[in-house]
């Protein structure tokens, strides 16, 4: 499966951005998906996964409360939108698939199988 990130720029803290992950190829729907993110400096790190039909959600301690993944099957697309940003949140986000059964989560990065190229959220103080 092909994974296509989009959605991000440069925002001021404070505001709300909501980025896609669109996929071409075998249908979402037989992934676990999850957002990734690495900012400068600092390694690939969970922020948010969902699995497969939606049953469990989770999410990095750092953006819970702020930060919601959802999915679309019948639009193979995957979103994240992110609130109350801060210049903390800075990094490239990156979507990822991982082959899994109904209802299981991935949280780790070598559980992911497919990665998008990434996109780049800059948030200015």
């Known amino acids: 499966v092909q994974l296509q990130a989009f959605g991000g720029g440069l925002v001021q803290a404070g505001d709300s951005v909501r980025l896609s992950c669109a996929a071409c190829g075998p249908p979402l729907l037989n992934y676990a998906m999850g957002w990734f993110h690495q900012a400068p400096g600092k390694e690939c790190e969970f922020v948010a996964g969902?699995?497969?039909?939606?049953?469990?959600?989770s999410y990095a301690d750092s953006v819970e409360g702020r930060f919601t993944i959802s999915r679309d099957d019948r639009k193979n697309t995957v979103y994240l939108q992110m609130s109350s940003l801060t210049p903390e949140d800075t990094a490239v986000y990156y979507c990822a698939a991982a082959s899994s059964r109904w209802g299981t989560l991935a949280q780790r990065k070598e559980e992911y199988d497919y990665w998008g190229q990434g996109t780049l959220v800059t948030v200015s103080s």
């Open positions: 969902i699995s497969r039909g939606a049953i469990r959600i």
